[in-house]
């Protein structure tokens, strides 16, 4: 039996997650679909189904019934107010509130669906959505409306995988920057997470007898990560300007790129 794909007309794109919908976004998922396969067939941003999913048990735990009851709850249970401090912090640009919480759920679920742990997630979320990029640890816990013990664990997890550093500012505070350069550290970190098994792999060869299907296998393991990591590595190098790059309104209200105050040229390794 099909799935009922072909009803994208009775729903609103714009609007909320029908009962419909969910069944199909369960169906999706027990097809094994990507998240972005799932919200092509349902004219949905995948954004959308993201939040969805890890909102309600995640892919393994999803439950059209479940989601859809405690949406409802949700929606029609007596309205909260909004944290204490995103009201306390009135939005920069002119920016919606609440368009800018739901894209921080989006981009926490994201996070979730890349592996790392929900308060992780929720922490490297807001640090992103925040014009600065740094936080300390009072404004991370009234932001997000938990312990600072709960944001220590999370910085020293986020600390340890390079996603995160620590800084002073001018009043000695302790802050949690995400900057621009992360990225390209994290990237090479990544990469250079294969040596070991490259080093081994090879060791192997030799232990098992060079032309042996068994060192063969380790052999050509090894020779295609040291290839994609190298071939990572260069990337990087060759892309890190990219991250300095900044746009400027200009007065026709357009937005234009600019490099930042010369750290490009600083940044950008030598060939």
């Known amino acids: 039996m099909g799935h009922p794909w072909g009803m994208k007309g009775v729903v609103m794109p714009g609007g909320r997650l029908t009962q419909t919908e969910r069944q199909q976004i369960a169906a999706g998922l027990a097809d094994g679909l990507a998240y972005a396969e799932i919200a092509r067939r349902l004219d949905r941003p995948t954004s959308t189904i993201t939040r969805e999913v890890m909102r309600n048990g995640g892919p393994a735990g999803y439950r059209a019934d479940l989601a859809h009851r405690a949406t409802q709850q949700r929606t029609h249970g007596p309205r909260q107010a909004a944290p204490r401090g995103t009201q306390a912090s009135p939005q920069a640009y002119g920016r919606d509130v609440e368009a800018v919480r739901d894209y921080q759920e989006a981009l926490t679920a994201v996070y979730m669906a890349s592996g790392l742990p929900k308060m992780m997630a929720r922490v490297l979320g807001c640090l992103y959505t925040t014009d600065t990029g740094a936080l300390t640890a009072s404004e991370l816990a009234q932001r997000l409306q938990v312990s600072p013990a709960s944001i220590s664990k999370a910085i020293t997890f986020l600390e340890s995988q390079d996603l995160v550093r620590r800084e002073r500012d001018e009043r000695r505070r302790e802050r949690y920057v995400v900057d621009d350069d992360l990225w390209y550290q994290a990237m090479i970190r990544s990469a250079r997470a294969n040596d070991q098994f490259i080093e ?13 299907p068994a060192a063969t296998r380790l052999e050509n393991a090894a020779r295609f990560l040291d290839f994609v990591s190298e071939g990572l590595i260069r990337a990087a190098e060759q892309g890190r300007e990219v991250l300095y790059t900044r746009t400027e309104s200009a007065s026709d209200g357009a937005a234009r790129p600019s490099s930042d105050d010369g750290r490009t040229a600083a940044s950008t390794p030598t060939p």
Not at 200 to 212: E, I, N, S
């Open 200 to 212: 081994v792999a090879r060791q192997g060869v030799g232990v098992l007898g060079r032309g042996t």
